[in-house]
Every structure is written in C-alpha cells, then in structure tokens.
C-alpha cells in the first residue's frame, strides 16, 4: 500500500489498498470518485470552477473543475473503471474570507459547478462535507470507498 499525495490543482489515480490524500483544502474541492467494483479510485483537486475564465486553461486544466473531472474519469477508465459505476465524495468549498459579493465566493461557485459536473455526467454524489469557513484534509481509501477528513479543532470524519 502507497499513499499517492495530489497537489493543489492536480489529480491521481490509484487501485486499492493505495491511498490518495490531498492538503489545503480552503476554497478549492476534492473530488473523489470510486468504482468499487474493480477497486479503481481517483482523486481531483480543483482550484477554479470553469476553465472559461480565460486563465491558462490550456496549460492548466487541472485547476478547473470542468476540465479536470472528465480528465479523471479518463484515467480510470485507463485502469479498468466504468463510468456508468462511478460514485462521488467531494469536499472543501469553504469561505476563507469574508466578501462583500456572492460572485468572490469561490468555494461556493466550486462546488456548485462540480455538481453540476458530476450531474452532467451521471454520477451520484454519495457524501459531501463542503462549505463553512475551514481548511481540510482529504484522504480517500478506495479498498474501502471512505473519504476522511481531517481539519484543525475539527477532529476527523469518515463519510
């Protein structure tokens, strides 16, 4: 067993009993995804919700919550996983600071663009712990399908 780490604005796929985790979960939201029945597991994290927002998308796709998502479904695909039993856990999504416009919540439009993503693409949202104004950890153990989270004073949850 391996821990694979995904970097702010990357992404990894693994098979179970690897681990993916990611840090520094403030505005940006984890996606993990699962097909238990092959043991194939993704993790994404994003930093933007659409690639339309003319910053370096070609060079980065990583970051966005549109191009990312379909990159990870493609490389699990590459590991065996099928689309049509893919299910998600997302996380992150929070307000880091406070602003005066809805259109500055950037933890907000993520992770409504990544469901809307995941809808799009017909793939259930099984847990979620978004929102509110703390950073996370994420781990994902795909042996198992549980996201953990770990955040200061928080303590840790498993969904």
Not at 88 to 100: D, E, N, R, S
Not at 130 to 141: C, E, H, K, M
Request: charge should be positive; aromatic fraction near 6%.
């Amino acid at each position: 067993m391996a821990n694979f780490t995904v970097g702010i604005g990357d992404l990894k796929v693994c098979r179970a009993p690897d681990v993916l985790v990611t840090y520094a979960l403030g505005s940006c939201v984890g996606i993990c995804l699962l097909d238990s029945q092959v043991g194939v597991g993704g993790l994404s994290h994003i930093m933007l919700p659409d690639s339309t927002s003319g910053v370096n998308a070609t060079t980065t796709p990583m970051r966005f919550a549109d191009t990312a998502i379909p990159m990870l479904i493609r490389q699990m695909e590459q590991l065996g996983a099928s689309k049509a039993r893919l299910k998600a856990k997302i996380a992150g999504g929070a307000t880091m600071f406070a602003t005066a416009s809805d259109k500055f919540n950037i933890g907000e439009r993520n992770v409504a663009a990544v469901k809307r993503i995941l809808m799009a693409n017909r793939i259930p949202i099984l847990a979620e712990d978004t929102g509110l104004d703390y950073g996370r950890t994420q781990f994902f153990y795909p042996e198992t399908g549980i996201m953990e989270i770990r955040a200061a004073a928080k303590g840790i949850k498993q969904f």
